[in-house]
T-cell receptor, first 114, second 116 residues
Framework: DAGVTQSPTHLIKTRGQQVTLRCSPISGHKSVSWYQQVLGQGPQFIFQYYEKEERGRGNFPDRFSARQFPNYSSELNVNALLLGDSALYLC?????????????FGEGSWLTVV | AQSVAQPEDQVNVAEGNPLTVKCTYSVSGNPYLFWYVQYPNRGLQFLLKYITGDNLVKGSYGFEAEFNKSQTSFHLKKPSALVSDSALYFCAVRDVPSGSARQLTFGSGTQLTVLP
C-alpha cells in the first residue's frame, strides 16, 4: 500500500508569492495533519483535519490555511511568503478518532523562499 | 501544555555497542509517546509508541523504549548499534485532555552517529 504522498517535493518561491502544497493520506486514513520543520529543529504542528473539519491549529499566522477534501486528501496554502517560511513541510495521516493512533508522515515538500 | 526534552543534541556510539537516546516529557494527563527517525533529506519514519500496558515497548529495526512514569522519561534503546542506525531521532508526545487536537509535540531531535 502507498504511504502518505506529498507534492511537489521541492519548490522555490519568491517573497510575497503564494504556495499550495498537496497531500494524499494512506488509504483508509481520515485524519490529515501538517507540520513545519525548520532546519535543525523538530517539526511544529500547523493544522489537523478530520473528516474534512479543522480539529486543531498551531501557533501560525493567518497566512497559513488548509483544507481537506471529500477523498481525505489535503492542501496547505501559504500566502505572502516570507524568507522564514523556508522549511520542510510534512503531511501526516492517521486513522483518526482514537488519540493512540499512529501518525505516519510523508517525505515532505521542501520550500525555499528567496 | 505538553512538551518534550531531548537533552542530547548528539550521541556517538561504536558499532555493536548498546545505544540509548534520552527523552523526557511533560503533560497534564496521560501521555502517548512516540519515537520517529529521520534520515537526511527524508520524512519521518515511525519506530514505536507507548499508549498503555507494558512499560517496555518493542518497535522497528530492533529498537525498544522504556516508559518510566515516575521519571517522566521514554528513552530509546537498542542492544547492538549498526552504522545504518545513524540518523536524527525525534521523541514526541501527545496529551489528550478533552477537546484538544491530536497533534504531536516533538523534541528538538538527537543526532545519532554509529562509528564503525
Amino acid at each position: 500500500d502507498a504511504g502518505v504522498t506529498q507534492s511537489p517535493t521541492h519548490l522555490i518561491k519568491t517573497r510575497g508569492q503564494q504556495v499550495t502544497l498537496r497531500c494524499s493520506p494512506i488509504s483508509g486514513h481520515k485524519s490529515v495533519s501538517w507540520y513545519q520543520q525548520v532546519l535543525g529543529q523538530g517539526p511544529q504542528f500547523i493544522f489537523q483535519y478530520y473528516e474534512k473539519e479543522e480539529r486543531g491549529r498551531g501557533n501560525f499566522p493567518d497566512r497559513f490555511s488548509a483544507r481537506q477534501f471529500p477523498n481525505y486528501s489535503s492542501e496547505l496554502n501559504v500566502n505572502a511568503l516570507l524568507l522564514g517560511d523556508s522549511a520542510l513541510y510534512l503531511c501526516a495521516s492517521s486513522l483518526g478518532g482514537a488519540s493512540g493512533n499512529t501518525i505516519y508522515f510523508g517525505e515532505g515538500s521542501w520550500l525555499t523562499v528567496v | 501544555a505538553q512538551s518534550v526534552a531531548q537533552p542530547e543534541d548528539q550521541v556517538n556510539v561504536a558499532e555493536g555497542n548498546p545505544l540509548t537516546v534520552k527523552c523526557t516529557y511533560s503533560v497534564s494527563g496521560n501521555p502517548y509517546l512516540f519515537w520517529y527517525v529521520q534520515y537526511p533529506n527524508r520524512g519521518l519514519q515511525f519506530l514505536l509508541k507507548y499508549i498503555t500496558g507494558d512499560n517496555l515497548v518493542k518497535g522497528s529495526y530492533g529498537f525498544e523504549a522504556e516508559f518510566n512514569k515516575s521519571q517522566t522519561s521514554f528513552h530509546l534503546k537498542k542492544p547492538s548499534a549498526l552504522v545504518s542506525d545513524s540518523a536524527l531521532y525525534f521523541c514526541a508526545v501527545r496529551d489528550v485532555p478533552s477537546g484538544s487536537a491530536r497533534q504531536l509535540t516533538f523534541g528538538s531531535g538527537t543526532q545519532l552517529t554509529v562509528l564503525p
